[in-house]
């Protein structure tokens, strides 16, 4: 075994027990814009469930391609006017100016939001080759520059610990980050991964890079394995086996398959915690009660104001 395999056993058997958490960490909940009143409806149920827990932030993303500009300011807007929560906006570069972005950025600024999610974003056609606009951004860390100069957001950029699809090898995705870090981002956030191992190397790599920033996990409590297995070959994120195996069986039941989610994304975040990591953040795909259920094994409970609002 490597040196980092055997610490990664090290800190397996350090960690403590659910009972021992005590909700000593941050976290953070991703939301996508709804597209009908219905899920407008869901996603105001999820926020108003996950409120009380007191997120550090929560943002929202930008379909593929610019395609939700209109209704991811909306809902950032709406977060921001109804909650107290820091609300922080996605923002992709891909298929549009400089120009365009700067003024989006502007937009998002004169609105009182002091956070952009800043990405390179996908080109439109599923498995093609990016390529950047003419007049645009090249990639993200051109993007993070040029946000650099509309306003002092606060930025978070994307890592990928099992490296992103595009990289030649994951010494030039450490360089990648490194230069987006450079150009002014503050915290990278994780595609989703199952593996803390994976999570703990890349982490090494970064610090021995001289990345100092902190890299915050993004949990995706899963519930369905095949859709995720489609996604995932897409963006550089790895289904282990063991994850068919567990679900087996389990398409006509529900209930069970959630209590199996949680379970499994769970576990993975109190490793992550036996490995020092104090801040989560959780692709909650509009539905509260997986990420809820997760908070509250890793110790959180709703704030007091909060269980009085509701009370
Ligand atoms: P970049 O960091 O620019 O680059 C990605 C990879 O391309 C790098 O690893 C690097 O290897 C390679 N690369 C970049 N520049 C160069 C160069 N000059 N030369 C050689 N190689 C280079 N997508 C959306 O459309 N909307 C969202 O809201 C959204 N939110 C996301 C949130 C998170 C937390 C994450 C992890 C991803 C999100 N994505 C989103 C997906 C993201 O847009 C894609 O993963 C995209 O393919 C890469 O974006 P990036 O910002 O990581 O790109």
């Given at each position: 075994p490597t040196f980092s395999e055997l610490e990664e056993a090290r800190r397996a058997l350090d960690a403590p027990l659910f009972a021992d958490l005590a909700g000593d960490c941050a976290v953070s909940f991703e939301f996508f814009p709804p597209k009908t009143e219905k899920m407008e409806a869901q996603l105001w149920e999820a926020v108003s469930t996950l409120a009380p827990l007191a997120p550090q932030f929560v943002s929202v993303t930008y379909g593929a391609?610019?395609?939700t500009r209109e209704r991811t300011h909306a809902t950032v807007a709406r977060i921001a006017a109804e909650t107290s929560i820091p609300a922080a906006a996605h923002l992709t570069c891909v298929a549009a100016s400089r120009d365009e972005v700067d003024q989006i950025a502007r937009d998002y600024w004169a609105a009182g939001v002091r956070h952009i999610v800043a990405l390179r974003g996908d080109p439109p056609e599923t498995g093609g080759r990016f390529e950047a606009h003419?007049?645009?951004?090249?990639?993200a860390a051109d993007l993070v520059a040029g946000l650099r100069r509309v306003a002092p957001f606060e930025i978070s950029v994307a890592a990928y610990p099992e490296c992103?699809?595009?990289?030649?090898d994951p010494t030039a995705d450490i360089d990648n980050l490194k230069a987006k870090i450079d150009a002014g981002a503050t915290r990278a956030i994780t595609q989703f991964f199952f593996s803390p191992e994976a999570f703990f190397r890349f982490r090494d790599r970064a610090a021995a890079a001289g990345i100092d920033t902190e890299i915050v996990p993004g949990i995706l409590p899963v519930s369905n394995v095949a859709q995720t297995r489609k996604f995932a070959g897409l963006c550089g994120a790895a289904i282990p086996s063991w994850m068919d195996r567990l679900f087996e069986g389990l398409d006509t039941h529900p209930a069970a398959r959630q209590l199996v989610a949680a379970t499994v994304a769970a576990e993975l975040c109190r490793r992550l915690y036996a490995g020092g990591v104090r801040h989560f953040h959780f692709y909650t795909l509009n539905r509260a009660e997986l990420a809820y259920a997760i908070c509250h094994l890793l110790g959180l409970r709703p704030a007091a104001g909060a269980l009085e609002q509701a009370a």
């Open positions: 391609g610019g395609s003419p007049q645009g951004y090249r990639n992103h699809p595009d990289s030649a």
